[in-house]
């Protein structure tokens, strides 16, 4: 073995390729060097790239500057080495499965796909066709029933869509490996990032881990403009105690799995303000907030009016609300595509593991297996509170919300966020971010939506979710119906776009006419035009 410097340029040309290879290997205990048996090839003389040899780990300011460049240095490899560990508990038979499935079908870099010409199996080609497997079997290996099909989907788009994906994401992704140094739970994601996201953190291993985690979200807020990043404030086992509560912990596993796209501020962007002489403490613009009058834990409490004309507070029947609330409003009425049941057949609960309803009440057949859908609903509202507010509104909260607790919706934020009232002080600590029916789709900040109106969330073309409204007569459109026209000088636009790493979750293009200034949140939901339209706007502290 030997070594050698080269140099790579910041900017290659097109016409760059240098001649080596990277090794990625998993990050923990196990030496690189058990990388050495399936790829060797002794015969040959290789270059690779090996980040703990070619990086000085005792050398901060090497650090600082080559991690910043790895992904640049994968990028720029003529090949990348992927070690996942030696073989045990039949991987070779996962990894020989996913080689005979790659060979079936052909992906184009807008997600057509193909079948090969010499395919065994076409069918897989088709996003739409079920695959051959039942769903005993599905709910058996995946309580969570993700379809094959669904597999397949993220799998395309993983493979075909990185540069969209948010930075969120990455993080998220991020939790799971075994980082040695846990500043790397960020700086492992930058080389995963867009250029313009990664260009504002700089890799400082000389800073303490807390403030290197408590850097990333401000980041993130001043870059995206949105709320994002809290929904990975909510953990379970957080190792650095000292983190603000509004500032996740990298490296700990979120808490339970997140509500569904609840659109609580449509599409505005967040104002929040930092302050040096308060780092631990942020103002965060929101509006509206609830108190939480009861936190229940059976999933069909008694003495709800399930089976009366009670109303809701949006004017619905309560048992309409419960309905929609017990599943997160995953209803093909809101989601289309066929996944989900629709709210007619939902409410009626006619089935043998009804969770609600006169038959939730009978006897239930052990030997009858619940569906995928229902399986799924009750493994979401596990560990989870029933929660009431005092206005009338119900809800899942988070793990451990109490009486007392409030639930706002800040601007740029895609959920409703539950707040605990610290005492002798005006700031709040975060809990959690959950769904309450009636407070998403902007309800809160602009009122319901007209009659016969509603909000359906469709997939754009990388898989994340878009929204539009809804009506018989009018059909999809963009345009929110509470809103009304533009200001003067301002449109949409509405050439399509492809979704880029730098966009948020929730967002839409505008542009000023006269200046060329594009935004990606709608004017007619800045401050001043939420103050014009009587929406109490507030600010939070949250330490």
């Given at each position: 073995m030997s070594f050698f410097t080269t140099h790579l340029p910041r900017e290659p040309e097109e016409k760059f390729s240098p001649e080596y290879e990277a090794l990625s290997?998993?990050?923990?205990?196990?030496?690189?060097?058990?990388?050495?048996?399936?790829?060797?090839?002794?015969?040959?003389?290789?270059?690779?790239?090996?980040?703990?040899l070619c990086i000085n780990q005792s050398d901060i300011e090497e650090r600082d500057a080559q991690v910043g460049r790895m992904g640049d240095i994968c990028r720029l490899a003529k090949r990348v080495v992927v070690w996942l560990g030696p073989e045990e508990n039949n991987s070779n038979i996962a990894l020989e499965t996913l080689d005979h499935l790659g060979e079936q079908v052909v992906?184009?870099?807008?997600?057509?796909?193909?079948?090969?010409p010499e395919s065994a199996e076409t069918e897989l080609a088709d996003l739409k066709k079920?695959?051959?497997?039942?769903?005993?079997?599905?709910?058996?290996?995946?309580?969570?029933?993700?379809?094959?099909?669904?597999?397949?989907?993220?799998?395309?788009?993983?493979?075909?869509?990185?540069?969209?994906?948010?930075?969120?994401?990455?993080?998220?992704?991020?939790?799971?490996?075994?980082?040695?140094?846990?500043?790397?739970?960020?700086?492992?994601?930058?080389?995963?990032?867009?250029?313009?996201?990664?260009?504002?953190?700089?890799?400082?291993?000389?800073?303490?881990?807390?403030?290197?985690?408590?850097?990333?979200?401000?980041?993130?807020?001043?870059?995206?403009?949105?709320?994002?990043?809290?929904?990975?404030?909510?953990?379970?086992?957080?190792?650095?105690?000292?983190?603000?509560?509004?500032?996740?912990?990298?490296?700990?596993?979120l808490d339970i799995s997140g509500p569904q796209e609840q659109f609580a501020a449509g599409f505005s962007r967040a104002l929040v303000q930092f302050s040096e002489s308060e780092p631990n403490i942020i103002q965060v613009a929101g509006d509206n907030y609830y108190a939480a009058l009861e936190a229940l834990r059976a999933i069909a409490p008694e003495n709800l009016g399930l089976d009366t004309t009670t109303p809701y507070p949006t004017g619905e029947p309560f048992k309409t609300a419960y309905a929609i609330t017990l599943c997160q409003d995953s209803l093909e009425d809101r989601f289309e595509g066929g996944k989900y049941p629709r709210l007619k057949t939902w409410i009626k609960q006619d089935s043998p593991n009804a969770l609600?309803?006169?038959?939730?009440?009978?006897?239930?057949?052990?030997?009858?297996?619940?569906?995928?859908y229902e399986d799924t609903i009750v493994t979401r509202c596990q560990g989870r509170p029933y929660?009431?507010?005092?206005?009338?509104?119900?809800?899942?909260?988070?793990?451990?919300?109490?009486?007392?607790?409030?639930?706002?919706?800040?601007?740029?934020?895609?959920?409703?966020?539950?707040?605990?009232?610290?005492?002798e002080s005006d700031s709040f600590t975060l809990v959690g971010n959950r769904d309450f029916y009636g407070l998403g789709d902007a309800?809160?900040?602009?009122?319901?939506?007209?009659?016969?109106?509603?909000?359906?969330?469709?997939?754009?073309?990388?898989?994340?979710c878009f929204f539009q409204f809804w009506n018989k007569k009018t059909k999809l459109t963009k345009d929110d119906p509470r809103l009304g026209a533009l200001p003067e000088g301002w449109e949409s636009v509405k050439e399509h776009r492809e979704r880029t790493g730098d966009d948020p979750f929730v967002y839409r293009w505008f542009r000023n006419v006269e200046t060329g200034e594009e935004i990606n949140w709608d004017p007619r939901m800045s401050i001043d035009a939420l103050k014009k339209r009587g929406v109490n706007i507030e600010m939070f502290s949250l330490e």
């Amino acid at each position: 073995m030997s070594f050698f410097t080269t140099h790579l340029p910041r900017e290659p040309e097109e016409k760059f390729s240098p001649e080596y290879e990277a090794l990625s290997y998993v990050w923990g205990s196990q030496e690189f060097s058990h990388c050495n048996s399936p790829s060797s090839r002794p015969e040959e003389n290789r270059v690779i790239w090996i980040d703990a040899l070619c990086i000085n780990q005792s050398d901060i300011e090497e650090r600082d500057a080559q991690v910043g460049r790895m992904g640049d240095i994968c990028r720029l490899a003529k090949r990348v080495v992927v070690w996942l560990g030696p073989e045990e508990n039949n991987s070779n038979i996962a990894l020989e499965t996913l080689d005979h499935l790659g060979e079936q079908v052909v992906v184009s870099s807008d997600l057509v796909t193909a079948a090969c010409p010499e395919s065994a199996e076409t069918e897989l080609a088709d996003l739409k066709k079920p695959l051959p497997w039942n769903e005993k079997a599905c709910n058996n290996v995946w309580p969570d029933f993700i379809t094959p099909s669904d597999i397949r989907d993220i799998s395309l788009q993983a493979l075909c869509t990185r540069s969209r994906s948010p930075i969120i994401e990455k993080f998220q992704g991020m939790i799971n490996k075994r980082c040695c140094d846990p500043r790397d739970y960020i700086y492992g994601a930058l080389g995963m990032a867009m250029p313009a996201f990664r260009a504002r953190i700089k890799p400082h291993y000389g800073h303490t881990v807390e403030r290197v985690h408590q850097e990333a979200p401000i980041t993130h807020i001043e870059h995206f403009k949105r709320l994002e990043v809290l929904s990975m404030c909510f953990q379970k086992d957080r190792r650095f105690d000292r983190l603000p509560s509004w500032v996740p912990d990298f490296s700990a596993q979120l808490d339970i799995s997140g509500p569904q796209e609840q659109f609580a501020a449509g599409f505005s962007r967040a104002l929040v303000q930092f302050s040096e002489s308060e780092p631990n403490i942020i103002q965060v613009a929101g509006d509206n907030y609830y108190a939480a009058l009861e936190a229940l834990r059976a999933i069909a409490p008694e003495n709800l009016g399930l089976d009366t004309t009670t109303p809701y507070p949006t004017g619905e029947p309560f048992k309409t609300a419960y309905a929609i609330t017990l599943c997160q409003d995953s209803l093909e009425d809101r989601f289309e595509g066929g996944k989900y049941p629709r709210l007619k057949t939902w409410i009626k609960q006619d089935s043998p593991n009804a969770l609600f309803g006169p038959r939730a009440k009978e006897n239930k057949d052990k030997s009858v297996i619940p569906t995928g859908y229902e399986d799924t609903i009750v493994t979401r509202c596990q560990g989870r509170p029933y929660v009431v507010t005092e206005e009338g509104y119900i809800g899942w909260g988070a793990t451990g919300t109490q009486p007392g607790d409030i639930i706002c919706v800040f601007l740029g934020s895609k959920d409703p966020i539950i707040l605990r009232p610290q005492p002798e002080s005006d700031s709040f600590t975060l809990v959690g971010n959950r769904d309450f029916y009636g407070l998403g789709d902007a309800n809160v900040l602009l009122g319901p939506l007209p009659f016969n109106w509603s909000v359906v969330v469709d997939d754009d073309t990388s898989g994340y979710c878009f929204f539009q409204f809804w009506n018989k007569k009018t059909k999809l459109t963009k345009d929110d119906p509470r809103l009304g026209a533009l200001p003067e000088g301002w449109e949409s636009v509405k050439e399509h776009r492809e979704r880029t790493g730098d966009d948020p979750f929730v967002y839409r293009w505008f542009r000023n006419v006269e200046t060329g200034e594009e935004i990606n949140w709608d004017p007619r939901m800045s401050i001043d035009a939420l103050k014009k339209r009587g929406v109490n706007i507030e600010m939070f502290s949250l330490e």
